[in-house]
């Protein structure tokens, strides 16, 4: 099933592709930034929208890698912070 899906995708001309993924990416990066002030994962939905639409654009690869990035630094503080806190 995913092979097939995956040849028929690339059978598609460039400017379709992109567009499919321009508008699901977006879509799901919509749905990160409303999960920022409602309930629910916001920030993994921002990386998993950025990482559909990395797939077909460099900026959204760029801003992948940033938000990657910043993600791992919280997490290291955190964990930081508790292993300070249980001392």
Known sequence: MRDRFRRWFSALPSSVRRL???LIGSTVLLAG??????PG???VV??????ILA???AWAN???????DRAA?????LRKRK???GS
């Open 55 to 57: 797939t077909e654009f």
């Open 73 to 77: 630094r919280v997490a290291q503080k």
């Open 20 to 22: 499919i993924v321009f």
């Open 83 to 85: 292993n300070d806190a």
């Open 46 to 51: 921002i990386i998993v929208g950025l990482a």
């Open 33 to 38: 930034v409303l999960m920022l002030v409602l």
């Open 41 to 43: 994962p916001g920030i």
């Open 62 to 68: 760029r801003l992948l890698t940033h938000a990657r």
